[in-house]
Structure formats: C-alpha cells, structure tokens
C-alpha cells in the first residue's frame, strides 16, 4: 500500500493499496507539500499535477511528464529527472542543486529564482525558458538556450560549452569561470571561432 503525506502536518494526501505507482492515474494530482523523498515517480503521467512545495529529494522522475506541472518553491535536490517532460512548468523558487535533469524538455518553463547549482542540465531543451535564476556550477553544454531569459543570472562556472545562446537575453549575468568554448552566442556567432580576415578591395584583386 502506498501512501502520500503532507511533509508538515502529516495529513494523507493519497491512498492506493498497489505496491508502486506503476499503474496510478496521476495526472493533475494535487500533491502540494508532499513528502515525495526519494519516491520512484519515473515514467508517470503527473501533467498539471499540484506539487508546490512537495519534498521531491532525491526522487526518481527519470522520463516522467511533467508538462504545466506546478513546482513552485519545490524541494527537487539531488533528483532525476533524466529525459522528463517538463514544458511550460511553473518553478518559480524551486531547489534543483545537484539534480539530475540532462536531454530533459524545459521549454518554455518559468524557473525565476529557482537554484540549479550544481545540477546537470546538458543536452536540455531551456529554449524560451525564464532561466533568471542561480546556474552556478551547473552542467549546461550542449543544451538550447534559444531565446531564453538569463537576464541577472548566475552562471559562475557553468559549463556552456556548445551551448545554443541564440537571441537569449544575458544582460548583466555574472559569468566568472563560465566555459563557452564552442557555444553559439546571443548574436549567432561561435565563441571561439576564428573570424575570417576581411575580402581585399577590388583593386587589389585585380592588381
């Protein structure tokens, strides 16, 4: 039997007498502060569920749809979340540090003043995402930032290598340590590669 508690007040959220989730409907379930620590969720439809505020350390959400999911002020520390659906999710102040969360879709996510410190975000779809948020440490190479908002963030030893920055906003980030080798910028152009010299004047191909 399976039971789902509030972390704080211990009230049951959820009941169901199987051994695992495996079969559960879960979608647009309303689990705001759950106690979810390290619960196997991998795989599960949890589109539009209510988890603001839930306890997710350590939890396995390896392949799971998350799609318009609410994870506001969520606790998702150290969890995986591996290829995970998580389009157009709220996280607004959510904890990501250390987690696990590479080839995932977050596009179009809202992930204001949420922490990634740490956490391996690469190969991850971030394109049109609100990212103004802490990335330090965090593992983004190879992942499409394509047109999303960094504006003010926090990418201090982030990896960005091969990186897609295409038209995203990096005003005032703070970029100490940061590796960009590879990554294309905000204006379509390569970091580190070699800016051919400019063509000869016409008379001087011709002399």
């Given at each position: 039997m399976?039971?789902?508690?509030?972390?704080?007040?211990?009230?049951v959220l959820y009941t169901?007498?199987?051994?695992s989730f495996a079969e559960a409907k879960l979608d647009g379930v309303r689990w705001a502060g759950?106690?979810?620590?390290?619960?196997?969720?991998?795989?599960?439809?949890?589109?539009?569920?209510d988890l603001r505020g839930a306890?997710?350390?350590?939890?396995?959400?390896?392949g799971a749809n998350l799609q318009s999911a609410l994870l506001t002020e969520a606790s998702v520390d150290s969890a995986?979340?591996?290829k995970a659906n998580l389009i157009d999710a709220v996280c607004q102040n959510a904890s990501?540090?250390?987690?696990?969360?590479?080839?995932a879709n977050l596009r179009y996510?809202?992930?204001?003043?949420?922490?990634?410190?740490?956490a391996d975000l690469s190969g991850t779809d971030l394109s049109m995402t609100d990212l103004r948020c802490n990335l330090n440490d965090a593992n983004l190479k190879k992942s499409d930032l394509r047109g999303a908002d960094l504006t003010g963030a926090n990418l201090n030893g982030a990896d960005l290598c091969?990186?897609?920055?295409?038209?995203?906003?990096?005003?005032?980030a703070q970029m100490q340590r940061t590796k960009m080798t590879g990554a294309i910028g905000p204006t379509g152009r390569r970091f580190g590669a070699k800016v051919p010299p400019p063509p000869k004047p016409w008379w001087k191909v011709w002399g």
């Open positions: 399976i039971e789902v508690k509030h972390k704080d007040n211990g009230k169901n007498e199987a051994d759950a106690d979810l620590v390290d619960a196997d969720l991998s795989g599960l439809d949890l589109q539009r569920s306890d997710l350390t350590r939890a396995n959400l390896g995986i979340l591996v990501f540090r250390d987690a696990r969360l590479n080839d996510s809202k992930l204001q003043n949420c922490d990634f410190t740490g091969e990186a897609n920055l295409n038209e995203a906003k990096l005003g005032g």
